[in-house]
């Protein structure tokens, strides 16, 4: 009876000791998980803190796992995110001194428009980027204006930036710029989209700011966007996101935007109907993408659409 009451012991000091094993494997993986996200939130915390003064805010883990860029790519960490941590690939940028066209018009200094027919040095730089040709039989050079205006980064410096767009919103373009550089709006880029490859996507991870580029709407396969006629421009937007959802799965555009998505969250860089940009492209006659229904565009503005030809 000693023996058998010992050995009984053994066995259940032995499953007592497998169990604590298990327990404490349990705790040092949930312990992990719970390490890993806190980390990824502290690194998010700070790259906002440190330009902007003002956490962001961050999807869930459960919610990430549901987004998905329009090429079906990962989404990057969020400590990722957000203005100068993306790595574009894009060369530093020298802006291009083109000579003065006779049909320039200056709204003040730094801000003009002038047509992109006849500027052949421009003209070669969107063939086939932006301006489409082989495609393009919807639009033509003199059918485009170019635009230069000042802009604040999100460094609150002075740049200098540059769009191509329907000569039809230039002059509202040169308006609505003039009145964000004088409020100190800040943007993080105004580039042409031929400066990224024409490569939309890759414009919007450098949360750059663009207006004509003859491409495919976002999340579509046979749809001519309406950035092809030059009416719409998107702004900032990484942090004011492409949004759509199909089939229980959401579309963002730029991936990189995920953790803006939430709009009932404050963060810096947000367009909705109290911010300045929306006041003044609806003043100009603007539609806002965030007043879709189907999907919400949070970055785009257009106007003049029953004018785009078919
Ligand atoms: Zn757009």
């Not at 039989?137 to 230069?148: A, G, N, P, Q």
């Not at 490859?197 to 414009?203: E, L, R, V």
């Not at 001519?224 to 959401?250: K, Q, R």
Request: proline share 5%; glycine share 6%.
């Amino acid at each position: 009876m000693k023996k058998e009451n010992t050995s009984g012991t053994s066995y259940k000091g032995v499953s007592i000791f497998i169990i604590l094993i298990l327990f404490a494997l349990c705790l040092g993986i949930f312990a992990f998980l719970q390490f890993s996200d806190f980390a990824a939130v502290k690194s998010f915390d700070r790259s906002e803190t440190a330009d902007n003064g003002t956490a962001a805010p961050l999807e869930t883990a459960s919610a990430d796992s549901q987004l998905q860029s329009s090429a079906g790519a990962p989404l990057p960490p969020a400590g990722a995110v957000g203005g100068q941590t993306v790595n574009t690939g894009v060369s530093p940028y020298v802006i291009p001194q083109y000579p003065v066209s006779p049909q320039r018009v200056t709204l003040t200094e730094g801000f003009y428009y002038e047509p992109v027919d006849g500027n052949t040095e421009l003209m070669d730089r969107i063939r086939n980027l932006s301006y489409q040709e082989s495609i393009n039989t919807k639009i033509s050079f003199d059918k485009l204006s170019y635009v230069r205006v000042k802009y604040i980064n999100f460094q609150d410096q002075e740049a200098e930036g540059e769009l191509i767009c329907s000569k039809l919103i230039a002059q509202d373009l040169t308006e609505i710029f003039y009145d964000l550089y004088q409020a100190r709006y800040q943007i993080e880029s105004v580039r042409l989209v031929d400066d990224f490859g024409g490569d939309d996507t890759a414009s919007m991870n450098a949360n750059n700011t663009s207006a004509f580029n003859y491409r495919l709407t976002t999340g579509t396969t046979n749809t001519i966007s309406e950035h092809s006629w030059g009416y719409c421009i998107d702004i900032n937007p990484l942090y004011n996101p492409y949004v759509a959802s199909s089939d229980g799965v959401t579309v963002v555009a730029p991936a990189a935007g995920a953790p803006y998505v939430d709009r009932t969250q404050d963060f810096p860089h947000k367009i909705d109907e109290n911010d300045l940009c929306y006041q003044l492209f609806t003043k100009h006659g603007f539609t806002w993408g965030g007043n879709w229904n189907s999907v919400k565009d949070y970055q785009h503005f257009q106007k003049n659409t029953e004018q785009i030809p078919q």
